[in-house]
């Protein structure tokens, strides 16, 4: 029987020497990642597999690995894979690309034990050979960009808008962060879904470096009202997404009726979430035909639809600033929302622009 | 602009007893009925007056539509003001503040019946046709649309969405048929207290640390006196975002509810200080959570103003409790507290002229475990002094901040400490130019973070870091064009043993074109250049859009494209384009042919890479009672 193992063993040895393709080691870049327990965080991460081939015989391969694992449990990754063609000899190293979502329980699970591991298996489609790599997570007060909150609202604070055609209509994303990092965003459209798909195309980007505990808001250029249809509206991180992989941010969805009569009045200053005082000037693009323009405040009391008016200002030009009548009913730390209506000689509206919201206090 | 008086007597006690004397006689004064374009006299003997004067119609500033003709004050509002009553009411600018001088009523000529007919609206538009996706055949059956409800009196209103769609990526809910939003409200005022309640969405907004900005579906009530000095508000809600027709009351789920209160009192006529309490408590997930977890807040305020409004200042404290787990084993409760405060101050008072200049400063100090369920976007974890200044002129906007925070506040004793600064100018300049400078403004602005390590526990590597942001823009627009340009860099340097740094570029342009009623064209285009730590890659995004009617309000064709080239690492390249011939054979229904073709990162029917997309779609637009 000793002889026997010893012929077999050997079969085997030269049977491994005669495989074509191995993966071989794996690793992860970055090796380790600070996480802020804040809220939630997404994890950009380059694994690096070797694959080394000895079978001098140009060949597909596909790296796959079918989901990753959190050392304290939980979370796990989902299938990430790559097929390539290689020449036939060497060592190749293949990269695979993640984006993993750590949430907001998850991250205050790892704050307790401080510190734990995110780790993946790699293999090949034909031998037996796989290769593990980990990132190390630390939970770490700043660390990278973590997201507290996450809202995506219209500009009435609502989640869904039916609009007539060519009705201004625009979006804000609320992000309270923590951490460091330059946060890189797209708004994204996909739309009207009857006639051009569910794909999703960008119409801004967004880039800005975002510092500490703080909240941000972004505004939506104007959305696309102009083609009738169901349209639905997304604030992405990090670009595009990978093929198969989903986050879990927000979605809205909109409506464009047919036959709107009312034109975009489109705003210039102040931006949105500026502070509302004495200095704040307003200003808009002037419409053809108008008398007179209505620049009113709105309280945040109502959301869905526009809240109750808390003061107004007509003027005669594209620009306003406040007296001291208007500004005592907008005193105090509330929130407050503005808009400005354009009207013809006759008082018939022409234009109407999104509602913007202002700062309350700080 | 302000109405200046030229007096003979001037701003004397003669001027303020006038004053007094026109306020006795002409408070209330009815001036009859307002026809539409027509204009108002008011009876104010103008000769008496000096210092500026302000007319509001009820809330509305009207004072630029106010002129002197031949000695008499003449009122011409421009914007429609509605049928029923309204008050003049008309200020004099005296010392440090405007005081009322005269009061008018008047009746706009849209009458309502008395106020007690209720008005129904409904706006849909509904589709029915087929397309196919690389030769596959589905059918497309949707309607959506919006019904609004309300009384001549507006003590009753509402309003509902909808959306029936056979596409699921479309759909609320995984539901072929459903709601949106939804919301109706009752109003009662004139009596002792005015009430409001209103049933499902809504924004609420009590106070700045523990009931803020929340946007949920539930119940609320308001009572308010007329003068507003006493106010109590409660609600219930659910605790998370919901659209659709499941929980539709949003008390249905007692791990996903949350209630509250508050209570506001001004107990000093001549003063606006108020005082309030706020009290919350819920159950449901936070922002980013996967488990519902249960808590509970109290909060009480104060805010007011001196100077005659010249200063403002308002403060909050806040303690909440938040368990993540709802009671669960693996997390305990945790006690956070928030004080977050603020003053600010008009420099120039009125006296500046063109000129405004405000200036503020604030103390926030909110612990890391602090979390309200009514309040998901507070920020955490840090104390912070912030100092603010706000500047206008007549072509200049300058917003000035700077705040210095010390992060891990309330964390444990073994995480790092950092200081993390940030200041940040932000301009905005009305060229107001000739020629092509006209109608020009430009955009201009820097923000520099940087953050210092104050503690660190051993093995904590430095994090330091310093980044610039730099942006400029420019718009520009006429009658029939208007185009913006903008440009972006971003530095962000890593001070650390990591140094990761980044260098970023980004510019954009954009611009739309409408010369005639027949044809609209927009375009947009965007270079970005990125250089991080161990990568580089370029984007490329250009995007057009046109609309022609070849023949108005019959025959319309319109086209859009995007594409998008990028090296960014996790980035696919992309390109989008459809086109729409549509045939309004009625002035409420049309017919539309289309065709798309979505490439790699856009095209995500099919699951092939690339869809190619057919319609034929008949479409109809219902209204009733609008």
Same mark, same amino acid.
């Given at each position: ?149 996450? &809202? ?41 879904? &009857? ?82 005082? &004495? ?48 500004? &005592? ?34 | ?448 973070? /940087? ?85 580089? /890659? ?16 019959? /025959? ?71």
């Amino acid at each position: 029987m000793t002889r026997l193992v010893k012929i077999l063993t050997v079969l085997t040895l030269l049977g491994f020497a005669g495989v074509a393709q191995a993966v071989t080691s794996a690793s992860s870049n970055p090796a380790s990642f600070r996480i802020n327990d804040a809220g939630q965080s997404v994890i950009s991460i380059r694994w690096q597999v070797d694959v080394s081939l000895t079978s001098g015989t140009p060949t597909t391969i596909l790296v796959s690995s079918p989901s990753g694992a959190l050392g304290i449990g939980g979370i796990s990754g989902g299938m990430i894979s790559k097929s390539f063609r290689h020449p036939g000899t060497g060592i190749v190293t293949v990269t695979l690309n993640e984006r993993l979502r750590v949430d907001r329980t998850t991250a205050r699970r790892i704050s307790q034990v401080g510190t734990t591991t995110y780790a993946r298996t790699f293999a090949d489609n034909t031998t037996l050979g796989t290769a593990t790599s980990t990132v190390a997570l630390q939970i770490i007060s700043g660390g990278e960009l973590s997201f507290r909150n996450f &809202a995506l609202r219209f500009d009435d604070d609502s989640l869904f808008r039916t609009v007539g055609q060519n009705q201004a209509l625009t979006a804000r994303a609320i992000l309270t962060t923590n951490g460091h990092g330059t946060f890189r965003g797209s708004w994204e459209i996909s739309g009207p879904s &009857a006639t051009q798909g569910a794909g999703f195309r960008p119409i801004r980007r967004v880039r800005q470096v975002l510092a500490g505990s703080r909240k941000t808001i972004f505004e939506s250029p104007q959305l696309p009202t102009d083609r009738v249809g169901i349209y639905r509206l997304r604030f992405i991180p990090d670009g595009n997404v990978p093929r198969g992989q989903t986050e879990a941010f927000p979605v809205l969805t909109y409506s464009v009726l047919l036959n709107g009569d009312v034109a975009q009045l489109d705003l210039l200053a102040p931006q949105a979430g500026g502070r509302l005082n &004495a200095a704040s000037r307003f200003e808009w693009r002037s419409v053809a035909g108008a008398k007179s323009y209505r620049l009113e405040f709105l309280s945040a009391g109502a959301g869905g639809v526009a809240g109750d008016r808390l003061a107004a200002m007509d003027v005669k030009s594209n620009s306003a600033r406040l007296r001291g009548i208007t500004l &005592a009913r907008l005193q105090g730390d509330r929130l407050v929302y503005w808009r400005v209506t354009a009207y013809d000689g006759n008082g018939q509206k022409l234009a109407t622009s999104p509602i913007r919201r202002a700062g309350g206090g700080f | 602009m302000a109405i200046r008086f030229s007096g003979k007597l001037g701003k004397t006690l003669f001027g303020l007893g006038l004053s007094i004397w026109l306020t006795g006689q002409a408070m209330a004064q009815d001036l009859g009925q307002l026809e539409p374009g027509s204009a108002l006299v008011l009876p104010i003997d103008v000769s008496r007056l000096s210092g500026d004067v302000a007319i509001e119609i009820d809330d509305i500033d009207v004072t630029e539509f106010a002129s002197i003709v031949n000695g008499q004050l003449v009122l011409s509002p421009g914007a429609p003001l509605g049928g029923g009553a309204h008050r003049i009411t008309v200020y004099l600018f005296q010392g440090d503040d405007y005081e009322v001088i005269a009061s008018y009523s008047f009746t706009g000529s849209d009458q309502g019946a008395g106020g007690s007919g209720a008005h129904v609206g409904v706006e849909a538009t509904h589709q029915l046709g087929g397309r196919t996706v690389n030769g596959d055949a589905e059918e497309i059956v949707n309607s959506t649309g919006t019904a609004d409800l309300t009384t001549d009196d507006n003590s009753l209103t509402g309003n509902v969405d909808y959306i029936a769609t056979s596409r699921s990526e479309d759909q609320i809910n995984g539901k072929p048929v459903n709601i949106g939003t939804y919301f109706l409200e009752y109003k009662r005022s004139g009596g002792v207290v005015d009430f409001t309640g209103r049933l499902g969405h809504q924004s609420l907004n009590y106070d700045r640390a523990l009931i803020s900005n929340v946007n949920r579906r539930g119940v609320s009530f308001l009572f308010n006196t007329p003068d507003d000095r006493f106010r109590f508000g409660a609600f219930s809600t659910r605790s998370a975002d919901a659209l659709g027709i499941d929980n539709i009351s949003g008390l249905q789920h007692e791990n996903d509810r949350m209630a509250g209160a508050t209570l506001a009192w001004q107990p000093f006529s001549g003063n606006d200080l108020r005082l309030s309490a706020q009290v919350y408590d819920g159950q449901g997930i936070p922002n980013g959570g996967l488990i519902s977890g249960s808590g509970d807040g109290v909060s009480f305020g104060l805010e007011g103003s001196l100077m005659a409004g010249r200063l403002r200042y308002g403060g909050v404290y806040g303690r909440t409790e938040f368990d993540e787990d709802g009671g669960g084993v693996a997390f305990q409760s945790q006690t956070g507290h928030a004080v977050l405060s603020s003053v600010e101050f008009d420099v120039f008072g009125h006296d500046g002229g063109s000129r405004t200049l405000t200036v503020g400063v604030g103390y926030e100090v909110v612990d890391d475990n602090y979390y309200s369920l009514a309040n998901p976007e507070q920020n955490v974890g840090a104390e912070t002094f912030l100092f603010t200044a706000d500047y206008t002129a007549d072509k200049l906007s300058l917003n000035l901040t700077a705040d210095t925070q010390k992060t891990n506040e309330g964390g444990p004793a073994t995480d790092v400490t950092d200081r993390i600064s940030r200041m940040s100018v932000n301009g905005y300049y009305d060229v107001q130019g000739q020629g092509f400078w006209d109608t020009v403004t430009l955009r201009f602005g820097a923000i520099v973070d /940087w953050q210092d390590r104050l503690k660190s526990p051993a093995a904590q590597a430095s994090a330091d870091y310093l980044d610039m942001n730099y942006y400029l823009g420019m718009d520009k627009y006429t009658d029939t064009w208007s185009w913006s340009l903008d440009y972006d860099f971003i530095d962000s340097n890593d001070i650390s043993a990591f140094n990761q740094d980044t260098i970023l570029h980004n510019l954009r342009a954009n611009f739309d074109y409408e010369p005639n009623d027949r044809l609209i064209l927009n375009g947009s285009g965007e270079i970005t250049y990125e250089e991080a730590s161990t990568d580089e /890659w370029w984007k490329y995004d250009v995007g057009f859009g046109a609309q022609y009617a070849i023949v108005p309000d019959k /025959w319309l064709f319109s086209i859009n494209a995007n594409y998008t080239d990028t090296g960014e690492p996790f980035a696919e390249n992309g390109g989008a384009f459809s086109s729409d011939l549509t045939w309004r054979f009625n002035p409420s229904a049309e017919l539309v042919l289309s065709a798309a073709y979505n490439d790699g990162a856009y095209a995500n029917e099919s699951g092939a890479g690339h869809d190619t997309i057919f319609g034929l779609l008949l479409r109809a637009n219902t209204s009733i009672f609008q």
